[in-house]
């Protein structure tokens, strides 16, 4: 017998089966492309999102849950986001997944000449968040939904999206689930500890032999690339690249890569495996460092790491073309590749901008630094702006004002090296901070899983007792 999706769903949810997402309906929005400029209207673009309603509770106000898409294809946050398809039954909720302007299939130009430079100013924190409470507006009235709550939800950049649309647009959105959401570190430009000093950390954790035999394996590394040619050669057999190391640059863009491999691993050092960023074991984080002890020289050990990145679980490639897999941009923890890997180093260079550095002290990476010199180097050359480092702060007032704002829960796990960026500590009895000890970058958003740790099943029970709460005290307001 074949089942409706919905009704999988429904049995996935009631007799605690896993990993199930239910199927979205996709649709697209008349988004306007300039909302602060009237003589670029009505221009509009197609902005897409996703929905599930086979669950919501219309004819009791069931609210919505609305996720605030972020740097990149809206249906891979879908496909990793179960948290709210776990709960959507029990609330009630209709879930929308939106699409971020300047991702996956929104883009206001087409994916080429979006990026030409008349164009590329349009993709700011500013439109984004007005493209949310236009479209959330939109939908309640086609749905005649005007008494919904509506509860934002979103991970990382997206969970600081969720942050903003409580603080900008308090009327539009009622409450607010900001999972690993480094929202200090836009204000503050450095994390507490590093984000470096936090992958690091995990490592050590793994296995506390593993971060001194990275070191080891850098400093090999290093090594080598001083010797010049026979140098670069051995780093070309042992890296397995493509294309041959036969430079200082070809050797610095290989060092990057895998310093990236290593950072990337440690935000989904999720407990089971998972194909977020990447096909990843479960605790790749424990995997690598496995792989670094057992080789027989801390170089391999580290080629070997970066390549279970790279690779993945299954293994396919026979070489790694570096310059596909990594492309330097003004993140210094990444951007990713492809158009969207495009807009976020543009997003990185006018708005969202900090400066993640190495020391090979608090942490096992050599020393690099990325200045604000460096950023605006690399901004101006490659799209012709000078960075805003204090345009957010401007925009979103000062981080004391977060305290007179409420019903926001701003979740952190202490494996993420995002979390130095986040808020650790509940600012009011509306502000709540929850930290997830044995989390990854936004655990607590993915569906529900055997083997969790402890400190994300008590994450999600406290969120969920806040968002009950919460939605009582809104249904109260909307019917006084």
């Known amino acids: ?126 439109q984004a968040l007005a493209d949310y409470a236009t479209l959330i507006r939109t939908l309640k009235k086609q749905w005649n939904a005007q008494n919904s709550a509506v509860f934002a939800f979103g991970g990382s950049y997206g969970g600081q999206l969720s942050f903003w649309m409580r603080l900008k647009y308090p009327f539009v959105i009622d409450a607010a689930l900001a999972s690993s959401a480094p929202v200090k570190l836009v204000y503050d430009k450095k994390a507490q500890p590093d984000y470096f000093e936090t992958v690091t950390d995990d490592f050590a954790r793994a296995n506390p032999i593993c971060p001194s035999l990275v070191r080891q394996g850098f400093s090999a590394f290093l090594d ?59 605790w790749p984080i424990k995997a690598a460092c496995e792989m670094i002890i057992q080789a027989p020289t801390p170089l391999i050990g580290i080629a070997r790491a970066a390549g279970l990145f790279y690779n993945g679980t299954s293994g396919n490639l026979t070489c790694f073309d570096i310059a596909e897999e990594f492309v330097p941009c003004s993140d210094q923890t990444g951007c990713g ?97 929850v930290v997830i000890e044995d989390g990854a970058h936004h655990l607590d958003l993915r569906e529900s899983n055997p083997a969790d740790p402890p400190s994300v099943i008590e994450a999600r029970k406290i969120e969920v007792s806040y968002l009950t709460m919460w939605l009582k005290e809104i249904k109260e307001e909307k019917h006084r």
């Open 224 to 282: 080598l690339v001083s010797t010049g040619q026979p140098g670069f050669k051995t780093l070309t057999n042992t890296f397995q690249t493509c294309s041959p190391i036969n430079s200082a640059d070809a050797a610095n863009l290989l060092l990057l890569w895998i310093v990236n491999s290593f950072g990337s691993m440690a935000m989904v050092d999720y407990p089971y495996p998972a194909n977020f960023l990447a096909p990843l074991p479960a």
């Open 1 to 126: 017998m074949i089942l409706k999706p919905s009704i999988l769903y429904l049995l996935c949810f009631f007799f605690s089966l896993h990993y199930c997402v239910p199927p979205y309906t996709q649709l697209w929005f008349d988004q306007t492309v300039d909302h602060f400029n009237l003589e670029t209207q009505p221009q509009t673009f197609k902005q897409r999102y996703l929905v599930y309603d086979k669950v919501w509770n219309r004819t009791d106000d069931g609210p919505i849950f609305f996720y605030t898409g972020n740097e990149g294809d809206i249906t891979n946050f879908w496909a990793n986001t179960g948290f709210v398809f776990d709960i959507a039954p029990a609330f009630g909720a209709v879930v929308v997944f939106a699409e971020h302007r300047f991702y996956g299939e929104s883009y206001p130009y087409g994916k080429v000449h979006s990026f030409d430079r008349e164009h590329i100013g349009l993709l700011s924190v500013e």
């Open 337 to 433: 590749t492809g158009p969207d890997g495009y807009s976020w180093d543009y997003q990185a260079c006018s708005e969202i901008i900090y400066f993640p550095n190495t020391n090979n002290v608090s942490d096992m990476f050599p020393p690099r630094t990325w200045s604000l010199a460096n950023l605006t180097a690399h901004c101006q050359k490659n799209w012709g702006i000078i960075p805003r480092p204090d345009w957010i702060d401007t925009y979103f007032g000062d981080p004391e004002l977060i305290k007179y704002s409420s019903r926001i829960i701003l979740s952190n796990g202490l494996l993420d090296p995002w979390h130095g960026g986040g808020i650790l500590h509940s600012i009011s009895d509306s502000i709540i901070a």
